[in-house]
């Protein structure tokens, strides 16, 4: 039996992923994420805007991406969360707009 892999689906996904880690280390409590809004951190109370406004295009590539990964047994920090339709981290929710 093969081991699950680790990598991330596609380019979209890895980015997301950085978007992800970049908050967890800066201890946010949320990642805001929605096409045509700069992606954004809470952190203690204070919203932190990055550079980065996503697309409806990479969003679709980055959910397509881990619904892919999950189904093939693949890991990764995200994973679909389809009863709120949005992703899982930990114990926070970040959900598509």
């Known amino acids: 039996m093969s081991q699950p892999t680790t990598e991330p ?3 979209d996904v890895a ?10 280390d800066a201890g946010c409590s949320d990642v805001h994420i929605k096409v045509g809004t700069p992606a954004s ?4 109370r204070a919203f932190r ?6 697309t409806q295009v ?3 590539s ?3 991406g881990i619904c892919l990964g999950e189904l093939n047994g693949g890991g990764g ?3 679909p969360a389809r009863a709120h339709g949005g992703f899982e981290l930990g114990d926070g929710v970040i959900r598509r707009g």
């Open 9 to 11: 689906a596609n380019e």
């Open 15 to 24: 980015y997301f992923n950085q978007i992800l880690k970049a908050g967890v």
């Open 41 to 44: 951190y809470r952190i203690s």
């Open 49 to 54: 805007s990055t550079d980065f406004v996503p």
């Open 58 to 60: 990479w969003m679709q």
């Open 62 to 64: 980055v959910i397509d």
């Open 77 to 79: 920090l995200a994973r």
